[in-house]
């Protein structure tokens, strides 16, 4: 389930007037902001079909547009004669169709979600794509080209160049992108969010944000993300955990969650350390 805030309906309107007017959007924010969701929301209210292709380094042009894989083997005996014997025998090759083909054929809508986790030349092929409408074919011995449909259409997402894991995008490549910030949500869009997808009240969705906000504001201002209120959030929903600072079930729960991410913050620090400081912002309960 999306949720709705005011800050969403604007970009989600916008985005639709910027890709029915012909252009890529790219969504660039921190892990956890919600960058997937609001592409598939996006996607669904154009009301086309999707694919969605996940960026990594080993991601390769073969994986996009397609390649041999194998052989289809067909053998003729002919004896039907009973002095003639027949033999005949076609090898052909097989060809696996890349992701892209089908959506550049038909006018999908595609989202490359975490797209500067690819090796910059596999992202080369989109500058065609982009450009000049077409995309082209490698390795196929029919068409060199497939000329993209008219309602064809594609939201780029990645994190901050600063993650590890990812390649510094081409220049060439983002300025034919239009390129929105995502940061993390203000504090009662996040109560709304977690009080509507979890369905925790709103008590206990202010209690939830309260520490995770604090825990973010040692940081980057963005870690721990949204992920992990809803996290805990979700776990407290339905395993029955009280949303309470004094509850050593909830105070477990919150170890559990916020530790790995609140270390990414201190990362001098041993995790002890790092429990302590959260549990020290737990018991700090009203404060904002």
């Known amino acids: 389930m999306f949720v709705k805030t005011e800050k969403t309906e604007e970009i989600i309107t916008k985005t639709i007037k910027y890709i029915k007017a012909g252009y890529p959007v790219h969504f660039v924010g921190p892990s956890?902001?919600?960058?997937?969701?609001?592409?598939?929301?996006?996607?669904?209210?154009?009301?086309?079909?999707?694919?969605?292709?996940?960026?990594h380094h080993e991601l390769s042009n073969k994986d996009l547009l397609g390649q041999h894989y194998g052989i289809t083997k067909k053998e003729i005996i002919?004896?039907?004669?009973?002095?003639?014997?027949?033999?005949?025998?076609?090898?052909k090759p097989i060809w696996v169709q890349g992701q892209l083909i089908e959506a550049v054929k038909h006018g999908h809508v595609v989202i490359y979600d975490e797209f500067s986790r690819s090796?910059?030349?596999?992202n080369n092929i989109f500058l065609a794509l982009l450009e000049?409408?077409?995309l082209p074919l490698y390795g196929k011995e029919k068409d060199s080209f497939i000329p993209c449909h008219p309602n064809f259409s594609i939201i780029f997402t990645s994190n901050p160049d600063e993650y590890a894991g990812t390649f510094h995008t081409q220049d060439a490549l983002l300025d034919r992108l239009i390129t929105i910030s995502l940061?993390?949500?203000?504090?009662?869009?996040?109560?709304?969010?977690?009080?509507?997808?979890?369905?925790?009240?709103?008590?206990?969705?202010?209690?939830?944000?309260?520490?995770v906000?604090?825990?973010?504001?040692?940081?980057?201002?963005?870690?721990?993300s949204l992920r992990a209120s809803l996290m805990i959030a979700t776990i407290a929903q339905k395993a029955s955990i009280p949303i309470l600072a004094e509850d050593k079930q909830y105070q477990a729960l919150?170890?559990?969650?916020?530790?790995?991410?609140?270390?990414?913050?201190?990362?001098?620090?041993?995790?002890?350390?790092?429990?302590?400081?959260?549990?020290?912002?737990?018991?700090?309960?009203?404060?904002?």
């Open 32 to 55: 956890g902001i919600g960058k997937t969701s609001l592409a598939l929301q996006i996607a669904s209210q154009l009301n086309r079909p999707v694919t969605i292709i996940r960026g």
């Open 78 to 91: 002919d004896n039907y004669i009973h002095s003639v014997y027949k033999r005949e025998q076609v090898i």
């Open 119 to 122: 090796l910059p030349e596999t």
């Open 132 to 134: 000049e409408q077409v």
């Open 183 to 211: 940061d993390t949500c203000d504090t009662e869009d996040e109560i709304k969010i977690l009080h509507e997808k979890t369905g925790i009240n709103e008590e206990e969705a202010k209690e939830v944000v309260r520490l």
């Open 213 to 224: 906000t604090k825990l973010r504001s040692y940081g980057k201002g963005f870690c721990p």
């Open 254 to 288: 919150c170890l559990d969650v916020l530790t790995r991410p609140v270390n990414q913050s201190f990362p001098e620090l041993k995790n002890k350390a790092v429990q302590e400081l959260i549990l020290k912002e737990l018991l700090k309960k009203g404060e904002q």
